[in-house]
């Protein structure tokens, strides 16, 4: 196959990972906002006691990451990325059939088993062959928080404009008929290498492309980043799952409809998914130690100006609290990516994702017990002293090649 035709499918698969990794985030958002808005009215339940129900969606978004990994290493990568795009679509459609909260958990715990794939999978996919990793690691991650701004915007005028179950039915239908292109864009090129068929020997990279350390150094690392990734995923879901409620108490004028919130939510998830690209700039060129400080004591600084904010001031201070959230998103991976060989980093990636979804499994009824005792003015201190915790961390982390040395250029 011509050399300009392989650049062109590596193009197109890259394409397809990342609105792999849109849909990803926006599938599991799609709750949030109805039960903010819709369903909290329409089955006469509290904001605080309908959102438990999205718990066992998340659990199964982390636990099913190992398996989901396991078999991208041993199997086809490309091929459960299209298991992931129809599975999760036919779950979405299948929580859009629920008549009862039980009914929606378990149609929600059915999506996350397959919405699980992306994370160890997908980014596995994106780094491959790659030496500097930050930048394709950050535009891949913008289409991620894309999609968590999106699931805002399109939930909150589908609920508007067709109840709230076309909310799971049009976006389910879309990634089942991307989950059949996505297959034969595969099958028309199973013997490239872009295609990703031959994932062992693909993505196996030059020694050069990952930076050799002592094990005691890797143990280090490894465990900072499963610190952080705790931490980080509990600060990003009691982020981006409240914000849309936060908005709903806190833009007061503002705010006066499903669509207006989702608005809102969308501008300033859009504006922060940008952060990405920055941090994954400067991760290729300088330190990571002192990059992960700096986003984890901006990230205290601004939870704790938000504790009792309203009004325009509120929607400003979300914005800046929510360009560093995401901007930490890369750090981790592009970590990960440079201290782990090929054969073994979708079972790592499915690591850091297990304890990450566990985490933030575990965060839907923590929010719900702050939000129903005290308030969001109480999560934003609790935010704070989450976010002092990664900027410790940060600061411990070794000064060697993993995280100082600028990788070699392509």
Request: glycine share 10%.
């Amino acid at each position: 196959m011509p050399l300009g035709t392989d650049m062109s499918r590596d193009r197109l698969n890259f394409l397809f990972l990342n609105v792999a990794h849109f849909l990803d985030h926006l599938f599991m958002l799609i709750f949030a906002t109805v039960a903010a808005l819709r369903l909290a009215h329409e089955w006469d339940m509290s904001y605080g006691a309908l959102i438990p129900y999205a718990t066992p969606g998340f659990i199964a978004f982390g636990i099913f990451a190992i398996p989901a990994g396991w078999i991208g290493d041993k199997w086809s990568r490309a091929g459960m990325i299209v298991i992931f795009f129809i599975g999760t679509g036919a779950g979405s459609i299948l929580t859009a059939l629920a008549d009862s909260p039980v009914e929606i958990a378990l149609a929600l715990f059915v999506m996350g088993v397959f919405a699980a794939i992306y994370h160890p999978v997908g980014i596995a996919m994106v780094i491959q062959g790659r030496r500097r990793t930050g930048i394709p690691i950050a535009i891949n991650g913008v289409f991620g928080n894309l999609g968590v701004a999106a699931a805002a915007l399109l939930t909150g005028y589908l609920i508007d404009t067709g109840g709230w179950r076309n909310a799971f039915v049009w976006p389910g239908a879309v990634s089942i008929a991307l989950g059949v292109a996505y297959a034969a864009f595969v099958w028309t090129g199973r013997w490239s290498h872009a295609a990703g068929l031959a994932d062992a020997e693909a993505d196996r990279q030059p020694a050069s492309d990952v930076v050799s350390i002592g094990r005691p150094t890797f143990v280090r690392v490894l465990c900072i980043i499963v610190f952080t990734t705790a931490i980080g995923g509990l600060i990003f879901q009691s982020t981006t799952f409240a914000l849309p409620k936060i908005f709903d108490e806190r833009l007061h004028g503002l705010a006066g409809s499903a669509t207006a919130v989702g608005g809102y939510a969308f501008m300033v998830f859009a504006i922060a998914a940008m952060a990405q690209l920055v941090v994954g700039y400067l991760v290729d060129r300088y330190s990571v130690r002192t990059v992960f400080a700096f986003v984890g004591g901006l990230q205290a600084g601004l939870f704790a100006v938000m504790y009792q904010l309203t009004g325009v001031g509120a929607l400003v201070v979300a914005v800046a609290f929510m360009l560093v959230v995401f901007g930490q998103i890369p750090i981790n991976d592009v970590l990960i990516g440079r201290i782990t060989k090929s054969e073994w980093r979708s079972r790592v990636f499915s690591l850091r994702y297990i304890v990450t979804f566990s985490v933030m499994a575990s965060t839907l009824p923590f929010v719900a017990g702050i939000h129903a005792s005290w308030g969001f003015g109480a999560l934003f201190v609790v935010m704070a002293v989450a976010a002092s915790g990664i900027l410790i961390a940060a600061l411990m982390l070794p000064r060697t090649a993993a995280v100082i040395a600028q990788p070699a250029a392509v």
